[in-house]
């Protein structure tokens, strides 16, 4: 799990549930797995768009033109 560790991570969540109390915590912790889940898709759309970009380039240098 890196170099935080079990202990860590324990120690990290109960200063987040003192600190934010136990009602906002859960709040938080959606807003941010819909953060992480919208970079990811972002991050893939990115990533297929690039590929996409490199495969027309490649059938263009190549004479296979297709549009």
């Known amino acids: 799990m890196g170099p935080i560790g079990i202990p860590g991570l324990i120690l990290i969540l109960i200063i987040a549930l003192v ?3 136990p009602k906002k ?3 938080i912790g959606k807003a941010a797995g ?3 889940r919208e970079f990811k898709n972002s991050t893939k759309d990115l990533t297929d768009d ?4 490199i495969k027309d380039t490649k059938d263009i240098v190549q ?3 297709n549009k």
Not at 50 to 53: I, K, L, Q
């Open 25 to 27: 915590l859960p709040e």
């Open 63 to 65: 004479g296979k033109n």
């Open 19 to 21: 600190i934010f109390g």
């Open 34 to 36: 819909q953060t992480l």
């Open 50 to 53: 690039v590929t996409d970009e």
